[in-house]
């Protein structure tokens, strides 16, 4: 599903770029506000996903933490019963 997300987000921003270099009516200052409001936008969308990626590798840790944890509680809780 990223993947068609990145897909999708490229292709308008392409689409973008291709109306801006097509039209005739444009200003030079207003095609390179085009030009760079779409480079902003890649560069934005770059440090999201990354960060989503980093968030998502974060979480992974921390999950198999907890079921670390809980396997070492679950086992002390077994070994107090026995020696009881």
């Not at 990145?6 to 392409?14: G, K, V």
């Not at 444009?26 to 390179?32: A, E, H, T």
Request: hydrophobic share 40%; proline share 0%; charged share 25%.
């Amino acid at each position: 599903m990223a993947d068609e997300a990145n897909l999708q987000l490229e292709s308008a921003l392409s689409t973008l770029l291709s109306i801006t270099e097509k039209s005739g009516n444009l200003s030079k200052n207003l095609k390179k506000d085009f030009v760079d409001s779409v480079s902003t936008l890649r560069y934005i969308f770059v440090n999201l996903k990354n960060s989503a990626g980093e968030q998502m590798a974060k979480m992974s840790l921390l999950e198999s933490q907890v079921k670390k944890t809980k396997a070492e509680l679950k086992e002390s809780r077994v070994v107090n019963i026995s020696a009881r």
